[in-house]
């Protein structure tokens, strides 16, 4: 029996993970389906970062927009 392979698709909604979260700060982790597998979104103090972003950047927006923050990097 053939296996399929998964089909490689650039806009697919990554899976979020909250993996470390204080008072003041929090790191979410994107599983994505691109090359780089990871990526994280790290916020602090109202300002926020993409770490290894994928291509997609409208999730990012979104989660920028429902966590009112200010997106510095």
Do not use: H, W
């Amino acid at each position: 029996m053939i296996s399929e392979k998964k089909a490689f698709n650039p806009i697919a909604t990554p899976l979020v993970n909250e993996i470390l979260k204080g008072d003041d700060f929090v790191v979410l982790q994107y599983k994505t389906d691109c090359l780089a597998e990871f990526a994280y979104y790290v916020e602090s103090e109202g300002e926020s970062a993409i770490i290894d972003p994928m291509r997609d950047v409208q999730t990012y927006i979104n989660t920028v927009s429902d966590r009112k923050t200010k997106l510095k990097f």
